[in-house]
């Protein structure tokens, strides 16, 4: 089963490692004022505490259901909150 996530708004969260949430708000939005169209697609997300590792991709709103770039989240929560995010991307030889 595949999760599509599309967010309206920019996280109140730092979803960065090392923005404070000003700064990630300004990313999120040139995010999103560059690749518009942009989805993420959740696959499977496997945690313990406060750490997450979640495997997924990313892709457009015009091609549902395609992945563009396969992509691998790890994630550390502070206090029920994003503290730190790593994104890793699959690569092919």
Known sequence: ?????TASKPSRTAPFAGLIPQQSGRSVTRI???????????????????LLSVIGGVGHESHPGIIDTYLIWLIRLNNGQMAEMWAYQRSVP
Do not use: E, K, N, Q
């Open 32 to 50: 999103r004022a560059g690749r518009p169209g942009l989805r993420f697609h959740i696959d499977t997300i496997l945690g313990t505490d406060d």
């Open 1 to 5: 089963m595949t999760c599509v996530i």
